[in-house]
Every structure is written in C-alpha cells, then in structure tokens.
C-alpha cells in the first residue's frame, strides 16, 4: 500500500551510538518532515525538506542530520545518541502541505540507555 | 512566528456525550488550520481543515470545527462520541507565504468511558 514507511520500528541505543532511522514514501511528495513526539510536548520539528537536494533546520536539531538525495527517502541520522533523544519519531511527507495536509508513518520508538 | 495552545491536555468523558476540544492560536498573518487523530500506537492523520471560505468544516466520522478569527480559535467538536473515539488530537496551524510547515499543539487526549 501507498505511504510513508519507517524502519525500525523499535530501537534500543547506548550512549554515544549512531544510527540513521529510515523514511521512505512511494507518492512522489516533495515535501517531508521528521517530528519527535514527547509526552506533555506535542510534536516538535526536528528537520524538513521541501524537495531532493533542499533541507533545513526545524526546532530540534541538534544531535541530528539528514540529507534528502532522492524524493523517495530522507533518513535521519542521530550522531551520538544521548538519553534524551529518547522518543518516538514521526516521519510525514505531502505533496501539498495546505490542500492536503501530511501524510504519516507509523512512528520509530527509540530508547536511550 | 505561530504559536498553537490547546488549553486541555486530557477530556474524559462518556460515551453518548457531547465534547469540544479546544485550540487557540497566534499569528499575525493568515494562517490555515488542522486537526490531527493519532490512534494508540500509530501516526497521525488528518481529521480536518480550514483553508478558505466557510469557517464551519466537518470530518467524515461526525466532528467538526468551526473557524472564528476574532478569537484566533478553531475548536472541535463532537455532538456525540463513540469509544472509538478515543485518541489523542492535534490541532495544528501552517502560515499563509511560509515554509508551509506546520505548527502542532501539545496535543489533547480525549478518553471516553462507557
């Protein structure tokens, strides 16, 4: 089915790991979005792209990259995992954010130790 | 820049009841305005929106919010809810000749008894 695939789905790190969470969609959307979701926070922007080859910096970045060379995908890259990265992390992507709003993956929860 | 305040972070109520979830926001431009489901371990997805002209909009599944721009307000509402109603809602909000990213709020977490 058409969407926005995450993997993993769980994930458990020690500090000072890397690892790079994977999204990748199959409807041709230029736009896409990595959120971290937080209880009592809501979802807070971490990094966003508006087309392949163009991202920019969210609310949250430090501690993360991302690269977006083909429309399809845009992992996310932690660099060295700290236990306050812990959370679960929400890929979305859309096509046209205002008419249709975002469409989201099912979430990577990932566990600092 | 926007900001998006949902004034209650948990509504219980029961099933058969009536419910509004509320959402204010702040921008000193024209903004357009979401609202989100998030069922128990899964992602987002779109409720409903406001993007121009009748500022009464309705879902699918029974809810509807109404726009009213005096009071940078967009609540949601619902005449009468199900268990499976039961989520967490995000009332979200993108400016008008921005990034078109948009701004969530903390989220609210409706729980409805039997």
């Known amino acids: 089915n058409a969407g926005v695939t995450q993997t993993p789905k769980f994930q458990v790190l020690k500090t000072g790991q890397s690892m790079t969470l994977q999204c990748a969609q199959d409807m041709n959307h230029e736009y896409m979005s990595w959120y971290r979701q937080d209880p009592g926070m809501g979802l807070r922007l971490i990094h966003y792209?508006?087309?392949?080859?163009?991202?920019d910096q969210g609310e949250v970045p430090n501690g993360y990259n991302v690269s977006r060379s083909t429309t399809e995908d845009f992992p996310l890259r932690l660099l060295s995992a700290a236990p306050s990265q812990t959370s679960v992390y929400f890929c979305a992507s859309s096509a046209d954010s205002i008419r249709y709003g975002y469409t989201f993956g099912s979430g990577t929860r990932l566990t600092v130790v | 820049a926007q900001s998006v305040t949902q004034l209650d972070s948990q509504v219980p109520v029961f099933e058969e009841a009536p419910v509004e979830l509320r959402c204010n926001y702040s921008?000193?431009?024209?903004?357009?305005l979401f609202w989100y489901v998030q069922y128990p371990n899964q992602g987002l997805q779109l409720l409903l929106k406001y993007l121009s002209g009748s500022t009464l909009v309705e879902s699918i599944n029974g809810f509807e919010a109404e726009f009213n721009k005096s009071q940078t307000s967009f609540h949601l509402r619902k005449p009468s809810v199900h268990i499976s109603d039961t989520a967490e809602y995000f009332c979200?909000?993108?400016?008008?000749?921005?990034?078109?990213?948009?701004?969530f709020g903390r989220g609210t977490s409706l729980i409805v008894h039997p």
């Open positions: 921008s000193s431009v024209s903004v357009y």
């Open positions: 979200a909000v993108t400016l008008s000749g921005g990034s078109y990213i948009p701004t």
């Open positions: 792209s508006v087309g392949a080859g163009i991202t």
